[in-house]
């Protein structure tokens, strides 16, 4: 199992599959498994039953997780990079091996 090197909060571009170029902010990841809840993307018809939050039941559009490798990281300029890591005044940061800014 890799490090996932996207973290929750950051922008991110779908680079294959069936929302390919669609963009949003990750929500939430889970890392054994390898894969990402997207804002937007890979949104799927759920079927729910009434409950006391929604009495009347119904079908739900929601996102569904991604993996994490169908996914890149945007940078503040909007273009994709892989990401590094390297150690700037005793701390780990995180940066754009495209542009080389930290992240």
């Not at 590094?84 to 940061?93: E, L, P, Q, T």
Request: charged share 30%; hydrophobic share 30%; proline share 2%.
């Amino acid at each position: 199992m890799k490090k996932i090197k996207i973290k929750t909060g950051d922008n991110v571009k779908v680079i294959t599959g069936n929302n390919k170029g669609s963009e949003g902010k990750v929500l939430k990841i889970v890392s054994d498994k390898n894969r990402l809840l997207v804002e937007g993307v890979n949104m799927v018809k759920k079927h729910m039953k009434p409950n006391a939050q929604n009495p009347q039941g119904g079908i739900v559009e929601k996102e569904a997780f991604i993996h994490v490798s169908n996914v890149s990281l945007l940078t503040s300029s909007g273009e994709t990079t892989k990401v590094g890591y390297r150690i700037d005044d005793n701390k780990k940061v995180r940066f754009s091996k495209k542009s080389n800014e930290v992240i």
